[in-house]
């Protein structure tokens, strides 16, 4: 059996509302189980709006997960107060909650892969959550030092140098060891988790014009280019951004490696909004997430689109598979 835990992300989001959307589907394989770490009060009051009561048993603690074999299981983590749109400490602690009881079950071998639903930062933040997101949080529990967030769809796969960075700090962090590193585990993934065999991978430049031979900043020029060199084949670049997408040049590569977070989000977001997926790389274990926030302004109205979150959990399924074939 192979099982994939849900958190629930923000409860006064759309969180729960889209894991019911997904749970509502049926699984491709008879031998995946879903375990929602959740209120249950949440829980019951998402079926209720979406309409959504599928079969389910609750556990209460870790311990007990091996003695269900359904579809479903819900992990009662307490009841938490519903503030809808809101940023509250309840909803933080839920959401906080949530994902310690995930990693309890990672930890343990109890789960095989994770995913992610949205939080609210200002609201985890008020219930004592120290890590600028899930990715950086992940990675410390872990003990995992080789990580990268990768974004997923099926018209581009890219990646991050930098993760949630001011701008200003930027350029002082794209360094030829740092760059060599992010294509290093950008290319262990494509082979491992998408049975990528020699993946083509293309390096953007981080100045206007890709820094123009070094007229327009020295990054490109000093870091950048130098760390392609020493990458080994398949790996090109620096690619002038603007002139990149605009020719659609990322059809010729399995990965894009941005050196900051808007490079390449916009670019994604506008290609696929509803469907993009979010994966972080270098883990020792799957973790998808849906590419999108909270959406405050349309919580608990039954209007938020699944899509991302059913495709989060299709990729995880898919990077499972590839990397037993890969072992």
């Given at each position: 059996m192979t099982r994939f835990i849900f958190t629930c992300g923000d409860i006064n989001g759309i969180g729960p509302e889209i894991a019911l959307k997904v749970f509502g589907r049926p699984i491709k394989s008879g031998k995946d189980q879903i375990i929602f770490a959740c209120p249950q009060n949440v829980f019951d009051d998402a079926c209720k709006l979406t309409g959504i009561y599928p079969e389910f048993e609750v556990i209460k603690s870790a311990e007990q997960i091996t003695a269900f074999n359904s579809r479903l299981v819900l992990y009662?983590?307490?009841?938490?107060?519903?503030?809808?749109?809101?940023?509250?400490l309840s909803s933080g602690r839920a959401s906080y909650k949530s994902l310690e009881a995930a990693m309890e079950l990672i930890d343990r071998?109890?789960?095989?892969?994770?995913?992610?639903?949205?939080?609210?930062?200002t609201s985890i933040a008020k219930a004592g959550f120290k890590y600028p997101g899930h990715t950086e949080y992940?990675?410390?529990k872990s003990g995992s030092s080789d990580y990268t967030?990768?974004?997923?769809?099926?018209?581009?796969?890219?990646?991050?140098?930098?993760?949630?960075?001011?701008?200003?700090?930027?350029?002082k962090l794209i360094t030829r060891d740092a760059v060599k590193k992010q294509i290093g585990i950008v290319r262990e993934s494509l082979q491992k988790d998408f049975n990528i065999a020699d993946p083509?991978?293309?390096?953007?430049?981080l100045n206007p014009h890709a820094g123009e031979g070094g007229k327009i900043g020295r990054e490109d020029v000093d870091e950048i280019i130098p760390a392609i060199n020493e990458s080994g084949k398949?790996?090109?670049?620096?690619?002038?951004?603007?002139?990149?997408?605009?020719?659609?040049?990322?059809k010729d590569y399995d990965c894009v490696i941005g050196m900051y977070h808007d490079q390449v989000l916009i670019p994604f977001k506008m290609l696929d909004f509803t469907g993009g997926v979010n994966f972080t790389a270098g883990l020792k274990f799957v973790r998808t997430s849906p590419d999108h926030g909270t959406a405050f302004d349309i919580a608990w109205q039954n209007k938020a689109n699944p899509e991302s979150t059913l495709k989060a959990f299709r990729y995880a399924q898919q990077i499972i598979n590839s990397r037993k074939q890969f072992e």
């Open positions: 009662n983590i307490g009841n938490h107060r519903i503030s809808p749109g809101k940023a509250t071998g109890l789960a095989d892969a994770l995913v992610t639903l949205p939080i609210s930062k992940l990675a410390a967030m990768m974004f997923l769809s099926s018209e581009l796969k890219c990646s991050l140098t930098t993760i949630h960075e001011p701008i200003k700090k930027v350029p083509r991978i293309a390096v953007l430049g398949n790996v090109y670049g620096p690619f002038v951004p603007d002139a990149f997408f605009g020719n659609k040049l990322y």
